[in-house]
């Protein structure tokens, strides 16, 4: 199993920011077969402010570049991103396009 630490902003606006919790409390069932499909076996969210971090832990199956591409053709994850976009933006290092970025590890307790 592999885990992945990525972060990303959301637009600092209250009203948004709840808009964005309640769409996740309830995500649409193609997006979570499409997460599963592409190897992913867990996956979890944090907010602290406007700053989000994603765990997710995946079988070895899974990579971003396959991610992206499974992504592409599937029209519910495309609409399902466009609208998050609406509450979303990127981080201040991001490249163009670039929405959730892998964070690098600097510490485990058990090395």
Request: proline share 4%; aromatic share 12%; net charge negative.
């Amino acid at each position: 199993m592999n885990r992945y630490c990525l972060a990303l902003d959301l637009k600092d606006d209250a009203g948004l920011v709840a808009e964005y919790e309640r769409w996740h409390q309830d995500v649409w069932p193609e997006i979570k077969k499409s997460i599963f499909d592409a190897g992913i076996q867990s996956m979890e969210i944090y907010r602290l402010g406007n700053r989000l971090f994603m765990i997710m832990e995946t079988d070895d199956s899974f990579s971003f570049d396959r991610k992206t591409s499974m992504d592409a053709t599937n029209p519910a994850v495309q609409r399902w991103e466009a609208l998050m976009w609406k509450y979303q933006q990127p981080l201040p290092m991001a490249k163009q396009g670039e929405k959730w970025i892998l964070m690098h590890k600097i510490f485990d307790l058990n090395s």
